[in-house]
């Protein structure tokens, strides 16, 4: 069975708060976020980010609905789920001595039958996914003796070879040089280009600011939603940052810049 997608609302959550264990860390929530766009997710340390991800991908329990594709989670077949979203954690472990195609392999399971063998089907995904963040070379070596980077791209294939219309990603550029970065920028770009939907967590201001819409999270609260190009987004950014960075211009492009001291809040555009 396939639910219908809602056209505009990719993940959607209406929460009256989120712990984990006795500990609250997110507040009430009210959050749709579209389809086929790119929205980065950027907060101090410790605000909520991650944990705000894994509430939207159904990882962590809230106190409210959480909806993909304008359907509660929970209504959702979990093999349909697990096509319909990818997910790439912060820090994942337990596949150490897995093959870096295995690796890879592992985002066609929801396109598998119970037990059977991988498709043709199944393996040409996988080589395009291991191929698109260029560690197709490394297959054959263990992921745990790859490099943080190649690694990541390994798990980044991983995400790639699920084909999902919805990517959730958090800290996706955490050890890649930035080559690598701007290839994943690439790729990020070519998937809301043909209608995908990216949501990630970044802690590089720059690359979060080139996204379509910056969702910015502080105390565990949403602080701001709004497009990358506003300038209240621009003001709301140095404000959850405690005027610690600034935003500027450069060509047709929007960086953030780390202040040695606290700036002046800015005025009004
Ligand atoms: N397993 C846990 N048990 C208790 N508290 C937790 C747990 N995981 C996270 N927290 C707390 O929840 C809060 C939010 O954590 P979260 O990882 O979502 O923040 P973040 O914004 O992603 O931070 P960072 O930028 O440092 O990665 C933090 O105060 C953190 O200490």
């Known amino acids: 069975m396939t639910l219908p997608a809602a056209k505009n609302i990719a993940v959607g959550a209406q929460s ?5 264990g006795n500990h609250p860390v997110l507040g009430p929530l009210a959050l749709v976020l579209p389809a086929g766009r790119w929205t980065a997710i950027v907060g101090p340390n410790g605000a909520g980010k991650s944990t705000l991800l894994r509430v939207l991908a159904g990882l962590l329990h809230t106190q409210g609905p959480v909806t993909l594709a304008g359907w509660p989670l929970g209504q959702w077949p979990a093999r349909e789920r697990a096509r319909q979203l990818a997910w790439l954690g912060q820090t994942e472990a337990g596949a150490e001595d897995l093959r870096a195609y295995d690796v890879a392999l592992l985002g066609r399971l929801p396109h598998r039958a119970w037990l059977a063998p991988p498709s043709a089907a199944d393996h040409a995904a996988t080589r395009a996914a291991l191929e698109a963040t260029q560690v197709w070379p490394l297959r054959d070596r263990r992921l745990g003796a790859l490099s943080g980077g190649e690694r990541q791209r390994v798990l980044l294939a991983r995400l790639l070879a699920v084909q999902a219309p919805i990517w959730l990603m958090d800290e996706p550029l955490a050890h890649l040089d930035p080559p690598h970065q701007a290839d994943w920028l690439g790729v990020v770009r070519a998937h809301v280009a043909a209608g995908g939907t990216v949501v990630s967590v970044l802690h590089e201001l720059g690359m979060a600011l080139q996204a379509d819409d910056l969702l910015i999270v502080k ?9 990358c190009a506003s300038a209240d987004t621009h003001r709301a950014l140095q404000a959850a940052f405690d005027e610690r960075v600034s935003v500027h211009q450069v060509g047709d492009q929007w960086v953030a810049l ?3 001291t606290p700036r002046p809040p800015a005025r009004a555009r």
């Open 16 to 20: 009256a708060g989120t712990s984990i």
């Open 219 to 227: 105390d565990g609260a949403i602080a701001h939603h709004g497009a």
């Open 258 to 260: 780390p202040e040695a």
